[in-house]
């Protein structure tokens, strides 16, 4: 919802009414919220692989272990080390010198679009974010990964091939989420990371698919 409310009502403005300006201010701004929530998103799908895992192989002791109380703690954890991963890459972008052309191929901020407006070599700065961005986004895909693969052998070994599929049939809508959200991301951040250029409405065709796709799956 915050992701949404962050970029939506631009996109609107720009589709809808023709404004397609935003000050230099908002535009970090929303680079910001775009990139720290985007983060969010990553370590909550990872928190419900693991609530996946122990809800089907530990469903007896489910509530013992996914309590209330832990789940706050890491949510919150989650939420502050987003923010600060984030706010060090809006820094050193905010430290760039920019000089033009003030215009940007999509529908919001992003580092991916700020960085062809600086008129100095940022190499440097797209390095450092392509390592913080591919840290959130590959640990918890790993994680999320080796869960699947763990509740695939335990459940297998287990139960019949017909109730294991019932099961497993459980997590389709969590694993449709992830190839949403992690496939076409992955694939951005490389693409701009090697300088590949696409169409602008393909750029905006894949950035819909990784950002509000999920949200309503």
Request: proline share 4%; net charge positive.
């Amino acid at each position: 919802l915050l992701f949404d409310t962050i970029t939506t009502p631009k996109i609107i403005a720009k589709y809808w009414f023709g404004d397609g300006n935003i000050s230099f201010s908002g535009c970090l701004f929303q680079l910001f919220c775009v990139h720290s929530l985007g983060s969010v998103d990553s370590f909550i799908l990872m928190l419900m692989a693991a609530d996946r895992y122990v809800a089907i192989l530990q469903p007896l002791r489910y509530f013992a272990i996914i309590t209330k109380k832990l789940t706050a703690i890491f949510c919150s954890c989650f939420w502050v080390l987003s923010v600060v991963i984030v706010s060090v890459m809006t820094y050193m972008i905010l430290k760039l010198p920019f000089c033009g052309p003030n215009n940007i191929t999509g529908c919001f901020c992003s580092s991916s679009v700020i960085f062809p407006l600086a008129c100095t070599d940022v190499t440097y700065v797209r390095q450092v974010s392509l390592i913080f961005a591919l840290s959130v986004l590959l640990i918890p895909l790993a994680f999320i990964i080796l869960s699947y693969a763990l509740i695939v052998l335990t459940i297998h070994s287990m139960l019949h091939s017909d109730n294991w599929q019932k099961l497993f049939y459980t997590c389709t809508t969590h694993l449709l989420v992830i190839c949403l959200y992690y496939i076409p991301r992955v694939f951005v951040y490389l693409a701009n990371y090697v300088r590949l250029l696409f169409n602008a409405d393909i750029n905006v065709l894949i950035l819909y698919m990784y950002t509000f796709l999920p949200h309503l799956a």
